[in-house]
């Protein structure tokens, strides 16, 4: 059972979601020095906040909460990013079947950003005990998940999410920095992204 956005419609039932928006984290001021032999970082970019996603099956409250920095030295992807993000979906009573509130929390492993879009993946390290992703095995692999975020500026519509889905055994995980094109619009709270640039 995973998430698959835009292959299917069928979500994994997932925690209560966060309702906190989070402000752009400042770069500190040692980001420019060499860690553990990478490269001089040169530049950094940032994703903060929440949003929930239209889902056209109604009782069905979805959210993802992102934290996440990236570093960067010359190259076009991450030296090395940080940070977390959280998805949630809550479902109400219907069709016989309780309420549930489920989540699952990944630890940031990259954030690439471009102009108003950015896409982020992580892998899992906490889920709601004893819900799908734990039965799946997918906390015990760490699975590797990614989010996609446009975030649209003054009149220029919607901003969207995309959601990739967990690899099941035997089908090839997600790479790093890799996530869907972001489809489905977001119907509540927002995201500040601050695209590549130099550090302060």
């Not at 040692?30 to 239209?54: F, Q």
């Not at 959280?86 to 630890?107: K, L, V």
């Not at 993946?121 to 692999?141: C, D, H, M, Q």
């Not at 590797?144 to 690899?167: D, E, T």
Request: glycine share 14%; with cysteine; aromatic share 6%.
């Amino acid at each position: 059972m995973s998430i698959r956005v835009p292959r299917t419609l069928t979500f994994l039932a997932l925690a209560a979601a966060l309702t906190a928006t989070a402000a752009v984290t400042a770069v500190p001021a040692t980001a420019a020095s060499p860690a553990g032999g990478e490269p001089p970082i040169t530049s950094t970019s940032s994703l903060t906040g929440w949003g929930r996603m239209d889902y056209p099956m109604p009782g069905n409250d979805i959210r993802i909460t992102v934290d996440a920095r990236s570093f960067y030295g010359a190259g076009h992807l991450p030296v090395r990013s940080e940070g977390t993000f959280r998805i949630s979906h809550r479902t109400d009573a219907m069709n016989g079947q309780p309420a549930s509130e489920n989540w699952g929390e990944f630890t940031v492993d990259c954030l690439t950003t471009g102009g108003p879009v950015a896409t982020v993946t992580g892998t899992l390290v906490r889920t709601t005990p004893g819900g799908p992703w734990e039965k799946a095995g997918y906390l015990k692999r760490h699975i590797r998940m990614g989010v996609s975020v446009y975030v649209a500026g003054k009149n220029a519509g919607p901003s969207r999410i995309g959601l990739s889905g967990g690899a099941e055994k035997g089908e090839l995980p997600l790479k790093k920095c890799m996530a869907p094109a972001p489809g489905a619009t977001v119907v509540a709270g927002g995201y500040s992204l601050t695209d590549r640039g130099p550090l302060k």
